[in-house]
């Protein structure tokens, strides 16, 4: 999926002998601000685009949903797909990347601390936690929302859950910023890059082999605690298996998150009138998370491969070939939202709410931590409201990472001002 420098313009009209050349530019670092025209141009003309890679973009709602929820459809080859040859202790991923029945057991092992009615207990910590930052964003009233609200929150809780001490967060967010990038296809990424994944991956599996045998002996009230029990039982989690769980946990737990509190907070600033209207009506928050998911992915896309042979959007996949599935595109489908352009925070409001959007998959690999991120970002709307807090960029354009599966801003400047009149308790 290399970039090239075209003068094509992302529309309809677009010959479909560019439209490879178009999408492929979405790539491209210049649109990562905004690759949805282009996204747009390859939906329009095709569903699916073979890559350099060997594998098809699939650019469909439809298409995506069926591979999602069709077993037949293995998850469990992505490291070969995106990563050949590399070792799995420079990628740890676990049930991440796995099928049943592996991915069965070791999902069920960590299940049960991410249901939604655990996530809701942790409410009243997110809660507090969230009012803290926002307190110390309003006194200094310009601040990175990245480094200031959107890796804060999410890392903080996620590590809180794990039993990681709050002195070793600093190391745990650079260590996830080299495995997120890291799970672009190799061929992307830069030798640097590669060489801070693995260092990334094998400082983290050292952190938590050493962080599981303090807990062996001091028990707390934390899931490595309660892997670490699990483990000792015999053959159910081997160390490798535990190990990689953590480090898969900490990364995907707070990762996307971060995308999601600065992708939401861009929609509502770039959208006041969604934002007047939330404000106006609080209990569209829920709903709002959902449209903020949908609008701008957290998680741009994912992969599949074939088991056996099978039909997809009119083309036949043999046993052993592989798609990359394009969340950003899928969720701006006009055939599955209408207006998909448009963000509207009452399209997952009322009795008949819009399709669900595929930002946390489907099917047996749904996200695991879906109800704690919508938790935390239900809750930062809910304090942005609370305080009635008007917000402004400080930048015109803002600076991208360099990551395209969990695609998100790198920068982003802005001023956060408190209504005198809002009761702040």
Same mark, same amino acid.
């Given at each position: 999926?290399?970039?090239? %420098?075209?003068?094509?313009?992302?529309?309809?009209?677009?010959?479909? &002998?560019?439209?490879?050349?178009?999408?492929?530019?979405?790539?491209?670092?210049?649109?990562?601000?905004?690759?949805? +025209?282009?996204?747009?141009?390859?939906?329009?003309?095709?569903?699916?685009?073979?890559?350099?890679?060997?594998?098809? !973009?699939?650019?469909?709602?439809?298409?995506?949903?069926?591979?999602?929820?069709?077993?037949?459809?293995?998850?469990?080859?992505?490291?070969?797909?995106?990563?050949?040859?590399?070792?799995?202790?420079?990628?740890?991923?676990?049930?991440?990347?796995?099928?049943?029945?592996?991915?069965?057991?070791?999902?069920?092992?960590?299940?049960?601390?991410?249901?939604?009615?655990?996530?809701?207990?942790?409410?009243?910590?997110?809660?507090?936690?969230?009012?803290?930052?926002?307190?110390?964003?309003?006194?200094?009233? %310009?601040?990175?929302?990245?480094?200031?609200?959107?890796?804060?929150?999410?890392?903080?809780?996620?590590?809180?859950?794990?039993?990681?001490?709050?002195?070793?967060?600093?190391?745990?967010?650079?260590? #996830?910023?080299?495995?997120?990038?890291?799970?672009?296809?190799?061929?992307?990424?830069?030798?640097?890059?590669?060489?801070?994944?693995?260092?990334?991956?094998?400082?983290?599996?050292?952190?938590?082999? &050493?962080?599981?045998?303090? /807990?062996?002996?001091?028990?707390?009230?934390?899931?490595?605690?309660?892997?670490?029990?699990?483990?000792?039982?015999?053959?159910?989690?081997?160390?490798? %298996?535990?190990?990689?769980?953590?480090?898969?946990?900490?990364?995907?737990?707070?990762?996307?998150?971060?995308?999601?509190?600065?992708?939401?907070? !861009?929609?509502?600033?770039?959208? +006041?009138?969604?934002?007047?209207?939330?404000?106006?009506?609080?209990?569209?928050?829920?709903?709002?998370?959902?449209?903020? !998911?949908?609008?701008?992915? +957290?998680?741009?896309?994912?992969?599949?491969?074939?088991?056996?042979?099978?039909?997809?959007?009119?083309?036949?996949?043999?046993?052993?070939?592989?798609?990359?599935? !394009?969340?950003?595109?899928?969720?701006?489908?006009?055939?599955?939202?209408?207006?998909?352009?448009?963000?509207?925070?009452?399209?997952?409001?009322?009795?008949? +709410?819009?399709?669900?959007?595929?930002?946390? #998959?489907?099917?047996?690999?749904?996200?695991?931590?879906?109800?704690?991120?919508?938790?935390?970002?239900?809750?930062?709307?809910?304090?942005?409201?609370?305080?009635?807090?008007?917000?402004?960029?400080?930048?015109?354009?803002? &600076?991208? /990472?360099?990551?395209?599966?969990?695609?998100?801003?790198? #920068?982003?400047?802005?001023?956060?001002?408190?209504?005198? #009149?809002? &009761?702040?308790?």
């Amino acid at each position: 999926m290399s970039a090239h %420098e075209t003068d094509i313009e992302p529309d309809v009209a677009t010959s479909r &002998a560019d439209v490879p050349r178009a999408v492929f530019d979405a790539f491209s670092p210049e649109h990562w601000p905004d690759p949805y +025209p282009w996204y747009a141009a390859a939906r329009a003309a095709d569903p699916l685009f073979p890559t350099p890679l060997g594998v098809h !973009l699939v650019t469909r709602y439809q298409d995506c949903a069926a591979v999602l929820q069709d077993n037949n459809w293995s998850h469990a080859h992505e490291a070969e797909l995106f990563h050949p040859g590399v070792d799995q202790l420079d990628l740890p991923t676990s049930f991440l990347w796995m099928d049943p029945p592996d991915h069965t057991r070791l999902r069920g092992l960590v299940s049960k601390a991410f249901t939604p009615r655990t996530v809701a207990d942790l409410r009243p910590r997110i809660e507090r936690l969230v009012t803290d930052l926002f307190d110390a964003i309003i006194e200094a009233r %310009e601040v990175d929302v990245i480094t200031a609200l959107a890796y804060p929150l999410p890392l903080t809780i996620i590590a809180e859950l794990l039993g990681a001490p709050a002195e070793d967060h600093p190391n745990l967010q650079r260590w #996830s910023g080299a495995l997120a990038r890291g799970f672009d296809p190799d061929p992307l990424l830069l030798p640097e890059e590669r060489d801070a994944r693995s260092q990334a991956a094998r400082e983290f599996v050292a952190y938590f082999r &050493a962080l599981i045998t303090r /807990r062996r002996a001091e028990p707390a009230d934390d899931l490595i605690s309660g892997l670490a029990a699990v483990e000792e039982q015999g053959d159910i989690l081997t160390e490798n %298996e535990m190990l990689a769980t953590c480090v898969t946990l900490l990364v995907a737990g707070h990762e996307t998150s971060v995308n999601l509190v600065a992708n939401g907070i !861009l929609a509502l600033i770039r959208n +006041p009138d969604q934002y007047a209207l939330l404000r106006s009506a609080p209990e569209l928050a829920a709903p709002a998370v959902e449209e903020m !998911l949908r609008y701008d992915s +957290p998680v741009h896309m994912t992969t599949r491969l074939a088991h056996q042979r099978a039909q997809l959007a009119g083309h036949t996949f043999g046993a052993g070939d592989g798609v990359v599935l !394009l969340f950003g595109s899928a969720n701006r489908d006009p055939a599955a939202f209408p207006d998909p352009e448009r963000f509207d925070i009452t399209r997952y409001a009322g009795q008949t +709410p819009a399709k669900r959007h595929l930002t946390f #998959s489907l099917g047996i690999h749904y996200c695991l931590g879906a109800p704690l991120a919508r938790l935390e970002m239900e809750i930062v709307l809910r304090e942005l409201i609370r305080r009635g807090i008007t917000m402004t960029p400080l930048a015109d354009d803002l &600076a991208y /990472r360099r990551n395209l599966v969990l695609r998100g801003i790198a #920068s982003f400047p802005a001023r956060f001002e408190q209504q005198s #009149s809002a &009761a702040v308790p």
